[in-house]
Each structure stands twice: as structure tokens, then as C-alpha cells.
T-cell receptor
Framework: GENVEQHPSTLSVQEGDSAVIKCTYS??????FPWYKQELGKRPQLIID?????GEKKDQRIAVTLNKTAKHFSLHITETQPEDSAVYFC????????????FGQGTTLQVKP | GAVVSQHPSWVICKSGTSVKIECRSL??????MFWYRQFPKQSLMLMAT?????????EQGVEKDKFLINHASLTLSTLTVTSAHPEDSSFYIC????????????FGSGTQLSVL
């Protein structure tokens, strides 16, 4: 079945450093790749997404890259701040078909002041 | 973005009772809603896809007779956990596909269920 692998499971960085989280998906028909930030006990918040017709997308300090051939995509956060500390989830979907998201296992990011 | 309301936000119940969770899209019509379950420090696991006016599609391993889903209107889907047991204690969260608005998924606020 469809599967999304996410690494690392935990990541600790110093404030101002960059953080990179990587995901690999199994379904070659996936065409939509969102990233969510979730704080404890709260709903996931969409922070950035990318579709399969694009290789890279950037929004201020956040960027996502996609390699369709290798079936992996990554989240890059630059100039990290303590408020970036949260759990981050990647996901993959066949958008336009079912819209069903398959989530990665999550990465707990800690930004130390 | 789209507004998705989920109620209740938390519920405590006795083992053997049933609990109903509501998910509403407040500012658009949602033909498809998704129900997820999240155990502590784990990822979101898709339970079922809820389609307006038809039977829900359940993921492998999810008991359809235990987790009843009703999507009777374009703005409301409900998940009923029947005969709840302590192992059903989890964070349940719905999401709504916002077609025609932004082609994105929006999540409800989630329901923390604790079964004693």
C-alpha cells in the first residue's frame, strides 16, 4: 500500500541554524505534497505544499524541494526560531483523485534559544 | 482558508458507551471529508473517507461497525465511536477537501477522547 517515510524522528538545532526534514513516498502516482506543523493538542496547520509539476517552492524562511524521480521531498527551514519548535508532518496524495493524505511519521523539531 | 469546526473538543466517557463527534464545514460545501486518528506522539492515521450521500470508505483494519460515519449533508459529517473501550482513547480529527477554493485540505480542531 501507499507509504510515506519521514526522517529524522527528532531534530534539535540552535536558534538561527537551518533544519531539514526528508520524506520518501512509495506511490509514484502521488502528485501533491503538503507539510504540516502541529503543536501539542492542536490541529495540523498547513505551512507549505508543492505539486508534482514543480521542483521547488519557497515561502519566506520555508522551502520545499521535490525529486519525483527519486520519490522524495524535503522541508527546509532557515533562520530557525524557538517558535518553530513543533512536530512537522509530511504527506503525499493523489490530488484530483481521492485527496486522501498519507502522512509520514512526524519529526519533532526543537529550536534551542 | 476554509473554516472547519469540530465538536466536542474533548470528551470523557465510560467504557461501553458511544460517543458522537461532529465535523462541520462552515463556509463551503464539502463533498468529501476524512477522519483521522492520532495516538500520543504518533502520526495521523486515516480511518475513513466520508462522502456526502453515500457510504464511507474505510481503511484496512478499521472496523466500520465500531466507527460509524454519517455524511448526510454537504456541511456535516459525524463519527460515532460505538461501545468505546480504553484502547479507543485517542485524538480524532477530521479534514475537509476544499475543492474550488484552494484545492487544499483543512483540518478540524480535533477531539480528544478518553475512555475510562
Amino acid at each position: 500500500g501507499e507509504n510515506v517515510e519521514q526522517h529524522p524522528s527528532t531534530l534539535s538545532v540552535q536558534e538561527g541554524d537551518s533544519a531539514v526534514i526528508k520524506c520518501t513516498y512509495s506511490d509514484s502516482a502521488s502528485n501533491y505534497f503538503p507539510w504540516y506543523k502541529q503543536e501539542l493538542g492542536k490541529r495540523p496547520q498547513l505551512i507549505i505544499d508543492i505539486r508534482s509539476n514543480v521542483g521547488e517552492k519557497k515561502d519566506q524562511r520555508i522551502a520545499v524541494t521535490l525529486n519525483k524521480t527519486a520519490k522524495h521531498f524535503s522541508l527546509h527551514i532557515t533562520e530557525t526560531q524557538p517558535e518553530d519548535s513543533a512536530v512537522y508532518f509530511c504527506a503525499a496524495s493523489r490530488w484530483g483523485n481521492t485527496g486522501k493524505l498519507i502522512f509520514g511519521q512526524g519529526t519533532t523539531l526543537q529550536v534551542k534559544p | 482558508g476554509a473554516v472547519v469546526s469540530q465538536h466536542p473538543s474533548w470528551v470523557i466517557c465510560k467504557s461501553g458507551t458511544s460517543v458522537k463527534i461532529e465535523c462541520r464545514s462552515l463556509d463551503f460545501q464539502a463533498t468529501t471529508m476524512f477522519w483521522y486518528r492520532q495516538f500520543p506522539k504518533q502520526s495521523l492515521m486515516l480511518m475513513a473517507t466520508s462522502n456526502e450521500g453515500s457510504k464511507a470508505t474505510y481503511e484496512q483494519g478499521v472496523e466500520k461497525d465500531k466507527f460509524l460515519i454519517n455524511h448526510a449533508s454537504l456541511t456535516l459529517s459525524t463519527l460515532t465511536v460505538t461501545s468505546a473501550h480504553p484502547e479507543d482513547s485517542s485524538f480524532y480529527i477530521c479534514s475537509v477537501m476544499a475543492r474550488g477554493i484552494s484545492e487544499k485540505l483543512f483540518f478540524g480542531s480535533g477531539t480528544q477522547l478518553s475512555v475510562l
